[in-house]
């Protein structure tokens, strides 16, 4: 029985990433509901929230923004994990390794394609909360659109990453409680981080999404960009870089 040897690795290639991101693009092209899942709930998630605030619309101003970041990054981290377990447990990665791909082409191909898609999800989440639902920032609504950008390329990073250590795709939803739920508790959005127990607001600073709120509060509250707002964004996108390079390092040709 002949086995599949992956080719030698090569450096990082655009030609192969583009040419893996437009393979991922035409896939979701036939999968209208990922593309809504992707494009659509953080948009009904704000809209809910709006109108569950109604009576109180500086609630939805102080939580709103927060909001704006979380929502992408959680759809991101899910439809990301599931998508790349399923080229896997379906022997297309196999495959596409065996060929002059790197883990490297691969990954930044699968960032890319959802990279697109993450655009066009922030966009139309940042439109809808200050143009829609009227949240009212301070700051400019293109630095809102800044982070809500990075968050959810964060997302996509983590649900990369933590792709390779699942065996299914119910695995893969799995890790949702261990990765993203202590950092939604822990990210300032339910209490401020400087009134948590010490090691509590110690675990907070090393997670991304605490700094992914910090940045939105700053837009909420300044009307220009502050160097804390550059430090948060700048620690946002560094996590997801990050989190790529070790998704890269750990990928799996196929499940055991």
């Not at 192969?16 to 494009?39: E, G, K, N, S, Y």
């Not at 066009?120 to 800044?146: K, Y």
């Amino acid at each position: 029985m002949s086995t599949i040897t992956p080719a030698p690795p090569r450096a990082l290639d655009a030609a192969r990433t583009t040419a893996t991101a437009a393979r991922v693009l035409r896939q979701l092209r036939h999968d209208p509901r990922t593309i809504a899942l992707m494009v659509l709930v953080p948009c009904v998630m704000l809209f809910l929230l709006r109108y569950v605030f109604d009576g109180s619309a500086r609630t939805f101003d102080n939580i709103g923004a927060s909001l704006l970041g979380i929502f992408p990054l959680i759809t991101m981290f899910l439809v990301t994990s599931i998508a790349t377990l399923r080229e896997r447990t379906s022997g297309t990665l196999e495959r596409l390794l065996a060929m002059p791909l790197g883990k490297g082409d691969l990954i930044a191909g699968y960032a890319l394609a959802f990279g697109i898609l993450a655009i066009i999800q922030s966009a139309l989440a940042t439109g809808l909360a200050v143009w829609v639902l009227g949240l009212d920032v301070t700051g400019s609504p293109w630095l809102l659109l800044l982070i809500a950008l990075l968050d959810a390329l964060l997302g996509t990073a983590l649900g990369l990453f933590v792709s390779a250590f699942a065996a299914s795709e119910f695995q893969a939803v799995q890790f949702m409680p261990a990765v993203i739920f202590p950092q939604l508790l822990l990210c300032g959005l339910f209490a401020p981080r400087d009134t948590m127990h010490p090691a509590l607001e110690a675990l907070s600073n090393v997670l991304p999404m605490s700094y992914a709120v910090d940045g939105m509060n700053e837009v909420l509250k300044h009307p220009d960009m502050t160097p804390a707002f550059v430090r948060d964004t700048a620690i946002v996108a560094g996590c997801a870089l990050l989190v790529l390079t070790l998704g890269a390092a750990t990928l799996k040709r196929r499940t055991a």
